[in-house]
């Protein structure tokens, strides 16, 4: 009975100490709210604007499609890779392979959460309410001032009436993927406790890292995933490789991974993902797949160093 105690208070400090680490990453931070006028006028055409989004999705898939096949790089570029941040740099690959010049000029930097914010302006834009388009403009620019946060993104949704969905496929997995992570790409010092040291016992972490007992343990006990209060904390843990019906029916959703480091779109069940950092002349650029992290061809996209196998997703209305 003494031991069973002990034992447990120990866990309950271990779990304190660690607590800080729950709102760390990529979550960034906003005192923007929306307002119920704001609220109520987006319900009112909340369809059209996830109808607009989801179709948005799917023409720059297609378009991306369309253009690689064609002149064998990808109209959209990473806007994060510092080997295509110019003209001049996109120019010498296109030249490199045979493409004319002035496909360069047709071309359009992305990224994960760029894309869904680019589609999002789309469905709120095509509504032609001045309202609407001023919301839209109200919450992108908040996003960006916290440093084009997708955790910020899902806040705002939520507030829009969209329900916040913690999803870990297999949570049973949470420890062996945790020290898993750290050796597929290093961590750098930090002054807070990680949970993972260096050879020097510095604390040290990646945004990559998924952290995903310390996020489990703390959504399942309060309820929160980093700032988000999560609305379903049932329906996407434990699928294993069988994703619920329920979410395939879904007209649009926005997820992340990871606290924020990938931000991936979609709907009925299907992802759409755009990211930062690939070669201009990768047609993955650009990936679509069943949301399914742990199946193959499941989405999120996996890369040598980033699995990605919890966050959470906010599905419209």
């Not at 866990?11 to 109520?40: H, M, R, Y």
Request: with cysteine; charged share 25%; glycine share 10%.
């Amino acid at each position: 009975m003494i031991r069973r105690f002990i034992q447990g208070l120990w866990l309950l400090t271990l779990f304190t100490l660690l607590l800080p680490l729950a709102g760390s990453g990529q979550e960034g931070s906003s005192k923007v709210t929306i307002s119920d006028q704001e609220k109520a006028l987006y319900w009112r055409h909340k369809d059209q604007i996830s109808r607009t989004a989801r179709e948005c999705l799917e023409k720059v898939w297609a378009t991306h499609l369309e253009f690689f096949r064609k002149w064998k790089v990808s109209k959209y570029y990473g806007d994060r890779n510092p080997k295509l941040n110019t003209r001049q740099k996109r120019l010498e690959i296109v030249r490199k392979v045979g493409a004319p010049d002035w496909i360069v000029d047709e071309m359009e930097g992305i990224s994960c959460v760029g894309l869904t914010r680019r589609c999002l302006k789309e469905g709120f834009e095509a509504t032609g309410e001045p309202g609407l388009k001023a919301l839209w403009k109200k919450i992108d620019a908040d996003v960006v001032a916290n440093g084009v946060s997708g955790m910020v993104l899902l806040g705002h949704l939520q507030q829009l009436g969209w329900k916040i969905l913690y999803w870990n496929p297999k949570p049973q997995l949470n420890a062996v993927w945790d020290k898993e992570e750290p050796t597929l790409i290093a961590g750098k010092p930090v002054s807070w406790n990680s949970g993972v040291k260096d050879a020097n016992g510095n604390y040290i972490y990646h945004p990559s890292w998924g952290l995903h007992e310390l996020r489990y343990q703390t959504v399942m006990n309060k309820g929160k995933y980093l700032t988000l209060r999560v609305d379903d904390r049932e329906t996407l843990v434990g699928f294993d490789t069988r994703v619920p019906e329920s979410f395939k029916q879904a007209p649009l959703f926005v997820g992340v991974a990871h606290a924020g480091y990938h931000v991936f779109p979609g709907a009925q069940g299907k992802v759409i993902e755009a990211h930062s950092m690939r070669n201009l002349d990768s047609i993955d650029n650009l990936e679509v797949g069943p949301f399914n992290p742990l199946a193959p061809g499941g989405s999120p996209k996996w890369t040598r160093i980033e699995k990605y196998r919890s966050g959470v997703v906010a599905i419209a209305p």
